[in-house]
C-alpha cells in the first residue's frame, strides 16, 4: 500500500488529526487510547515536544495498523528517517520545505506540508505532498478556502490548522475543507485521557453532523 493509499484509509475513517504537543512519552498511551476511544484514527507528536520519538515509538506500538501515528513540527530532512526508524508513517511540517516533502516521500511515509498560499500549494504538490495542511487557518477564512479550492487538484485533500473548535468545523467543510488538525483545542500538556476523550468526542460528532 503507498503513502496515499495509506493516509486515505485512516483519514476516510475520521478525518481528524489529533495534534498532541507536550505529550510525554508515560502519558502517551493512555492518551493514544483515549483519543482512538473517541473515534479519531490519526495522530501526531509535534516534534517540539518532550522525547517526541519515544512517544512516537510507544503509540505505533500500542496502535499498530488501529490508527496513523506520525511526527509533527518536523524542520529538518534528517528527522524524517528519525521518525520513520521510530515507527511514525506521517511526517507533518508547519511550512512548505521542499527538502523535508522530497525526504518525506523518498522514505515512503505520508507527507503533509504546510502552506498558506496557491503557490506554496502547487510547489508542495509538485514534489509529491500526499496531503496540504492550511496553516495557521486563523489568518485565513472559509472563503479563501473556497477560492483555493477552485484551483487546487479536487482528490488532493485539504486540512484546516489552528484555532478549529467543534462549532467551526461546519464553515470551513462547506467551503471544501476536507478535514482538520486539532491542537490546543483538543490537547494540552498534562491535559488528562478523561478531558481528552471529551474533547475527542465533540469534535469527531461535529464532523459527523456536517457530513451528513
Known amino acids: ?88 508513517r506521517l511526517v507533518v511540517s508547519p511550512n512548505t520545505n521542499i527538502a523535508v516533502i522530497k525526504a518525506t516521500v523518498a522514505a515512503g511515509v505520508v507527507a503533509s506540508p504546510g502552506f498558506f498560499t496557491p503557490s506554496e500549494a502547487f510547489a508542495a504538490l509538485e514534489n509529491g505532498a500526499h496531503a496540504l495542511k492550511l496553516f495557521p487557518a486563523e489568518a485565513a477564512s472559509p472563503a479563501v478556502v473556497k477560492a483555493m479550492r477552485a484551483v487546487l487538484p479536487k482528490d488532493v485533500p485539504l486540512l484546516i490548522v489552528g484555532g478549529v473548535t467543534p462549532d467551526t468545523v461546519g464553515g470551513w467543510m462547506a467551503a471544501g475543507a476536507d478535514g482538520f488538525g486539532l491542537g490546543g483545542a483538543l490537547y494540552q500538556a498534562g491535559q488528562t485521557p478523561a478531558a481528552t476523550l471529551k474533547k475527542g468526542r465533540a469534535f469527531v460528532a461535529a464532523v459527523q453532523r456536517c457530513a451528513r
Open 1 to 88: 500500500m503507498n503513502a496515499r493509499a495509506i493516509f486515505d484509509r485512516y483519514f476516510d475513517e475520521c478525518p481528524l488529526v489529533a495534534i498532541i504537543r507536550g505529550v510525554t512519552p508515560d502519558e502517551a498511551d493512555a492518551i493514544g487510547d483515549a483519543l482512538f476511544e473517541a473515534g479519531i484514527r490519526i495522530v501526531e507528536v509535534p516534534m517540539n515536544s518532550p522525547d517526541p520519538l519515544r512517544s512516537i515509538k510507544r503509540l505505533a506500538a500500542r496502535l499498530g495498523e488501529r490508527a496513523l501515528v506520525g511526527a509533527g513540527t518536523v524542520l529538518r530532512p534528517d528527522d524524517v528517517q528519525r521518525v520513520r526508524d521510530a515507527g511514525g
